[in-house]
Nanobody, 125 residues
């Protein structure tokens, strides 16, 4: 599975950005798509995940109510809509994909087999 992330940029606090992740190749190898992020000097952290089948979604507490993950199965694309952005959301955002992810592992980066190249989001105060 190849993943290509788009949509990062610079935005003021309180603003909105939308990230896209396009999957290609053996997309049937992935039943869960997720977004992670890594801020400067920080470890990679879970942001949100979605199941291809059924569309169940999962969020980090820090983004719940502000971010929304969705999928377009026909286009093999996952979106991350980010509202109410804060300076602490500044990070490089990565999309990831995996097959057979159980719920208790869905927030762990080592669960995911496939990673996109990352797209940078900067939120100014």
């Amino acid at each position: 599975v190849q993943l290509q992330a788009y949509g990062g940029g610079l935005v003021q606090a309180g603003g909105f950005l939308s990230l896209s992740c396009a999957a290609s190749g053996r997309t049937f190898d992935a039943n869960t798509m997720a977004w992670f992020r890594r801020g400067q000097g920080k470890e990679r952290e879970f942001v949100a995940a979605i199941r291809w089948s059924g569309g169940s979604t999962y969020y980090a507490d820090s983004v719940k109510g502000r971010f929304a993950i969705s999928r377009d199965n026909a286009k093999n694309t996952v979106l991350l809509q980010m509202n109410g952005l804060k300076p602490e959301d500044t990070a490089v955002y990565y999309c990831a994909a995996a097959r057979g992810v159980i719920l208790s592992y869905i927030r762990r980066p080592d669960t995911y087999n496939y990673w996109g190249q990352g797209t940078e989001v900067t939120v100014s105060s």
